[in-house]
């Protein structure tokens, strides 16, 4: 058997040796923005499911004497506020930044969370600290 060597050109030796530590430089990169991102959405799907439990608990103040005597579902308004801030006063493992705002408007309340988020890889590319993440929930009662 006769076998011909194959032919190499000058200053390719290793170019797939670093193609291939491009890649997976690049895959580790990738790799930890995703780890971000998922942590970020997991971390406002906490705070959204907070925010919409507090706007519900709030909306279930209905003022008794005023259901008694006409028959319509009207909020109290401080009794739901209270009741929206001590839900949201229950959630454990959640970073709540400042007061929670609670707003009672006629018969819908609204509840605002800020969390804080901290970040792991895209810190190192960009560290601006915190990241804080917003969520709004309303509800209102309804005759079931």
């Given amino acids: 058997m006769n076998r011909r060597p194959t032919a190499t050109r000058a200053g390719e030796h290793g170019f797939v040796t670093v193609w291939i530590l491009g890649l997976c430089v690049t895959l580790l990169v990738l790799g930890g923005i995703s780890i971000d991102l998922w942590r970020a959405f997991g971390e406002r799907r906490s705070l959204v499911a907070?925010?919409?439990?507090?706007?519900?608990s709030g909306a279930s103040a209905i003022d008794p004497a005023v259901r008694r005597?006409?028959?319509?579902?009207?909020i109290d308004p401080d009794l739901a506020a209270a009741r929206a801030r001590a839900s949201l006063r229950g959630v454990n493992g959640l970073e709540v930044t400042g007061t929670p705002d609670v707003t009672v408007t006629g018969n819908r309340v609204t509840?605002?969370?800020r969390g804080r988020f901290e970040l792991g890889f895209?810190?190192?590319l960009d560290p601006?600290?915190?990241v804080t993440i917003t969520v709004t929930a309303t509800a209102e009662p309804h005759e079931g």
């Fill in 50 to 56: 907070a925010a919409d439990s507090a706007a519900r």
């Fill in 69 to 74: 005597d006409t028959g319509v579902l009207r």
């Fill in 128 to 130: 601006q600290g915190p």
């Fill in 122 to 124: 895209l810190d190192l």
């Fill in 111 to 113: 509840v605002v969370v």
